[in-house]
Structure formats: structure tokens, C-alpha cells
């Protein structure tokens, strides 16, 4: 079911602190999203969307060169990946090329490793363009996270030390022009929570997200031009009991376009322990999640919905 009376909230970055800080708290205990406006990062979008379709537009045997590695990074072909394998007849009708933090070697542990480029003279300064990007937009995420932190009542340095190795990527995604069919189980992209402490999402002009609002219906997130929509994710919801809320999110294309749209999947160290903090736990209201560490969250969530994963 659809709704239409609820808008999600713009949190301007050249607003005053407190003025930000109650529309995140707004934004994240009501929609679990928000668009951020006025950060800065204007023109490396519309670079980024430029590398994006250079990508995309290569033969399905070059992508294929770049298949996703242990790591799981580098290209997600169309069909490999099912979000919502319980409600879904088929698997995404996307494709999407995934990158992150440059390590030079598979660890042990899983979703660490290298990440997978293309020839230099394939994609001339590709892959420095890229790096750009994720250094910006982990940049800005970082300056939310503070805020975040300050939202709930916590030091604004809290997740400082959550990210000294984090298993953030990025994800470039090309849906394709079918058409989606909730009622057979065809989705641009199904229904989810993102694993994050927060995603930062751009977006072409073609619309298709939806969210899952509290009372069941789904609302549009329709495209702003130079925003990033911002969710946050399931870390969050783990650590404050559910005071703030990783929303339920899917794609559904009801315009039979093509569709661009990129993903910061600001992701903590392997290691960080999700467990209830304190202010948010008493004797009234006790802890709803076992403690999990992020890494082992994450993990599951792959093997759950990445039919390529090899940690299974």
C-alpha cells in the first residue's frame, strides 16, 4: 500500500548545529531517512554519474572480466544478487560494480581484500576518479556520523574509532528499463534494510525508491537534484533498541527507464560490537538484539542475499 501525506526531511548542512540535530532525530525515529543538502560535494556527483555510465556502457564480456572476488568487490551481475528472497520470483533486475578501502591482500577474514579494476588504457583515470569519490563521500559521512552521535546524546566522537579499517564500499548500480510486477515478485531491487551505520545515496532523475513507513505503507523518495539520500542502517537500530529505525527500502520501476543510482555503504571495522548502549537500555525497556559484531551481521546478510558469496 502506498501513502502520499508524509515528506522526508531535508537536513541542511549550512543550517545551524541544533537545527540540524532536531530534524536528524526527527528523520531517523519516524523514516529512517533524510536528504542532506548543501555539503559541497555538487560537482563531484555529476562527475561521479559521468564514470558511472562509462562503466555500464562496456560489453557484458569486459564486466564480466571484473566478476565480484571473495572480497565482493567489483561487478554484481544482473541475477546474482536477491534482496528479498522470501517475497521475490527472480533476482534483481540490476547490475552494479562495487569498490572500497585499497587492500593489497585477502585477509582471513571475510570481505577484506583487493579491490578489482579495469586496465588503465581500458578506462583511462577511472579508477583514480572513483577513489575520489569515496574518499568525499566517506569524508561528508564521517561529518554525519558526529552529528548522529550528538543526535542521541553520545561524545561526537563516538564512531571515531569505528572506522579505522571499515568494510565501507561503494556500489554503482544500473537498473534496467523492465518493468516491475510487486504482485509476481519482480523488483527493480527488493525489499531491505541497508547493513550500515548510514548509506549515502545519489540518484539519476528516474524515481523508483520507496520506504517502508511504520504503519506498513510505502512512501516514494523521489529524486533531488545535488542531494544525497541519507538512511541509516541496521548498526544503528542494533545499538540504540530500535530508537532510531533502519528502515525497510526497495526499487520498483514503474517508468520502464533505465535507471543510475550510487551507494556509500558507510561501513564500520570487522570487529565493532553491536550491542545496546546504555542510555537505551533499562529494566523497562531490555535489550531486543544479542550482541553481534558487525562483521558477523554483515556476513550473514551476504550469504543471504549474494548468490556468488563463497564464505557460505
Known amino acids: 500500500m502506498m501513502s502520499s501525506d508524509a515528506t522526508i526531511p531535508v537536513v541542511n548542512m549550512k543550517d545551524g548545529e541544533e537545527r540540524i540535530l532536531e530534524t536528524l532525530r526527527l528523520a531517523c525515529q519516524e523514516f529512517g531517512f533524510f536528504y542532506i543538502t548543501a555539503h559541497g560535494l555538487e560537482d563531484t556527483i555529476q ?20 566478476a565480484v572476488n571473495d572480497s565482493s568487490h567489483g561487478y554484481v551481475w544482473s541475477g ?99 518493468r516491475s510486477d510487486p504482485e509476481k515478485g519482480v523488483f527493480a531491487c527488493g525489499e531491505h534494510s541497508d547493513y550500515t551505520i ?46 532510531y529505525r533502519s528502515a525497510p527500502h526497495r526499487v520498483v520501476n514503474t517508468s520502464e527507464r533505465e535507471r543510475y543510482s550510487t551507494g556509500l555503504f558507510y561501513r564500520p571495522n570487522y570487529d565493532m560490537m553491536l550491542e545496546c548502549l546504555p542510555p537505551f537500555c533499562t529494566v523497562e525497556n531490555p535489550a531486543r538484539y544479542k550482541p553481534v559484531s558487525f562483521g558477523e551481521h554483515l556476513t550473514k546478510k551476504y550469504i543471504d542475499s549474494h548468490a556468488a558469496f563463497p564464505h557460505k
Open 198 to 243: 548510514l548509506t549515502l545515496l545519489v540518484t539519476d532523475d528516474v524515481g523508483g525508491l520507496q520506504v517502508r513507513m511504520k504503519d506498513d505503507t510505502f512512501i516514494d523518495v523521489l529524486p533531488k537534484e545535488d542531494a544525497f539520500i541519507c538512511n541509516i542502517g541496521d548498526a544503528v537500530q542494533l545499538l540504540t533498541n530500535d530508537y
Open 47 to 66: 562527475t561521479h554519474f559521468k564514470d558511472s555510465q562509462r562503466f555500464f556502457k562496456l560489453r557484458k564480456e569486459e564486466k564480466m572480466q571484473l
Open 80 to 178: 546474482e544478487e536477491t534482496l528479498d528472497p522470501q517475497n521475490q520470483s527472480e533476482p534483481d533486475t540490476k547490475e552494479n560494480f562495487q569498490f572500497g578501502e585499497e587492500r593489497a591482500v585477502l585477509d582471513s577474514r571475510p570481505l577484506h581484500g583487493p579491490n578489482v579494476w579495469p586496465r588503465d588504457d581500458r578506462l583511462p583515470e577511472w579508477k583514480d576518479s572513483l577513489m575520489v569519490y569515496y574518499r568525499a563521500t566517506s569524508d561528508l559521512a564521517f561529518r554525519v556520523c558526529r552529528l548522529l552521535a550528538k543526535s542521541l546524546g553520545l561524545e561526537e566522537r563516538y564512531f571515531d574509532d569505528k572506522f579505522t579499517d571499515p568494510l565501507s564500499i561503494v556500489a554503482m548500480n544500473h537498473y534496467s528499463q523492465r
